[in-house]
């Protein structure tokens, strides 16, 4: 580690030698100061201040605004396609199963309890309210929705509805969802049953691998297919860097000056779990070896206080930055609405070169209302620190997404198939336990895809400060012999003159 850690600090003095050449870039202390020297396996951190160190904050959100405006079908398409090869993986044993008959219509079906397919209990959620617009996507259609979450939070809201997933999408169905409301023998449980394999449909010939993947394409993560990503995207941001919609006032309680804290939408013990998801996904993430063990899963009495602080924190609408002094940020969801409503529509109404300037104009709206919490003296700092944030914790945002009812619901199912009809797991934490391998390489791919396109702004802005360096370098070089020359030549002061203006460039 101390080799990693010399290595490392011998980085930063470069760096910080390259940039005496230029005051519009940041100093750095080249000294082990700097929080990822310290740090042997965490890429992310290390490439995050790399990249601020060669030109600071200004390029974080230049990867940003390319990731949100850019990248995201490049992210959408790996992540999707590395689930199709693990669920492959997990269920075929190299042998293509066929769809177990208790899973085809008229089968008893997958019963699944709403809680354990709904981590962040986003089903309690009503579209159609202001916060609902913030979480779901082409609401109006409701079960003929093509964003699977509102397809499922209307069949929820309303059992009678019979709409299968799939046919508002011009395909054959691919499941059918029913739920069992609280009070009924099933209580408060949805019941998945599909027509792949089942004779007479048509689809008798399809295997289970066969639903897994036409399941996984129908599947959007960020939104619907007619929804503008950026704007999915920013509300995914403000929710898992500052809870605001979690913490949106939905219910006619006045709150008391004194304490001046809107009421949550949910529970402490709710935001509690969501916060141990996090913690979980971070040291998936931060782990850059495939060897997961029950540590990821359990909690020392220090990491406890935290998660507890940052619920009890949520549930509050705000947030503690712990770089600046604890400064507690309240972003509020009206902020959040402003933002999705210049980024609402089709996509194909604006060009890529419009949409990212918007990106860029809403990222700095959030950064600005996060600085407007600060000092004057600290407003730069804090503004900057938004991008750094962001940046580090933007894999586990995509990463979550995963987490959703969308893709949970799939998992469930399968988990079903391997472990027996009836298996089950005990919430979100042991879920991803027993799915580690599958979380794991989504994480890899994720992280190298991020990495790599972080990497490249590194080394584009090191290019630029190394031919910066060779170009004065060779310049004064050129200014000394000049000199040089004419302090053995008899010319008159008006090329001193010329010469004292040469040197001034």
């Keep these: 580690m101390a080799t990693i850690i010399n290595q490392k600090e011998e980085i930063f003095g470069n760096i910080s030698a390259l940039n005496v050449l230029n005051d519009d870039f940041p100093k750095i202390d080249k000294s082990n100061s700097v929080s990822s020297i310290n740090n042997d396996t965490n890429s992310t951190n290390f490439l995050v201040d790399l990249t601020t160190a060669l030109a600071g904050a200004k390029a974080l ?16 398409d790996a992540i999707k396609d590395g689930l199709k090869r693990e669920l492959k993986e997990m269920v075929a044993c190299s042998v293509d199963p066929s769809v177990p008959a208790w899973f085809q219509t008229g089968g008893s079906g997958v019963e699944l309890r709403v809680p354990k397919i709904d981590f962040y209990d986003t089903m309690k959620v009503n579209p159609e309210t202001t916060e609902g617009s913030l979480l779901f996507t082409d609401v109006p259609p409701n079960t003929n929705s093509q964003d699977f979450n509102t397809y499922l939070n209307y069949k929820i809201q309303s059992p009678s509805l019979t709409d299968a997933w799939g046919n508002s999408m011009g395909s054959n169905e691919i499941v059918t969802a029913n739920f069992n409301p609280v009070g009924t023998t099933q209580n408060n449980t949805v019941t998945f049953t599909t027509d792949y394999g ?63 804290e809107p009421p949550t939408t949910k529970s402490k013990s709710q935001l509690k779990i969501e916060a141990e998801i996090r913690r ?12 997961i063990d029950d540590s990821f899963f359990t909690f020392d009495n220090p990491t406890l206080a935290e998660i507890s602080r940052e619920a009890d924190n949520r549930s509050k609408g705000i947030i503690e930055l712990a770089t600046c ?30 949409e990212a300037k918007k990106v860029a104009e809403n990222l700095d709206k959030i950064a600005d209302a996060q600085a407007s919490f600060a000092s004057e003296t600290n407003k730069p700092s804090v503004k900057g620190n938004f ?34 009809q009836g298996s089950t797991y005990d919430g979100a934490i042991d879920f991803i336990k027993k799915n580690k391998k599958l979380v794991k390489n989504v994480a890899k791919i994720v992280l190298n895809i991020f990495l790599n396109l972080l990497l490249q702004l590194a080394l584009k802005y090191l290019s630029i400060k190394l031919r910066q360096k060779f170009t004065d370098d060779e310049i004064e070089k050129a200014k000394q012999y000049v000199s040089i020359v004419f302090s053995y030549l008899p010319v008159g002061p008006e090329v001193f003159e010329m010469l004292a203006q040469i040197k001034k460039l």
């Design 61 to 76: 959100k230049e990867h940003m605004v390319d990731c949100i405006t850019y990248r995201l079908d490049q992210f959408e």
């Design 198 to 260: 089942k004779a007479g449909t048509g689809l008798e010939d399809k295997k289970l691998t066969d639903f897994n993947n036409d399941f996984i394409d129908s599947l959007t993560l960020f939104g619907s297919p007619g929804s503008n990503n950026s704007q999915t995207m920013f509300n995914l941001i403000i929710e898992e860097l500052f809870g605001s919609i979690s913490a949106t006032k939905t219910t006619t309680t006045t709150t008391t000056t004194t304490t001046n």
């Design 280 to 291: 979980v996904l971070d040291c998936i993430l931060n782990s850059e070896n495939d060897a």
């Design 325 to 354: 002094g604890n400064l507690a940020v309240q972003i509020n969801s009206n902020l959040a609405v402003e933002i999705s409503n210049s980024l609402s529509g089709d996509s194909a109404t604006m060009s890529k070169a419009q």
């Design 387 to 420: 991008f750094v944030e962001l940046v580090r914790k933007f894999c586990r945002i995509l990463l979550n997404l995963i987490i959703s009812p969308k893709f949970i619901s799939l998992f469930a199912i399968n988990h079903q198939i391997i472990y027996g």
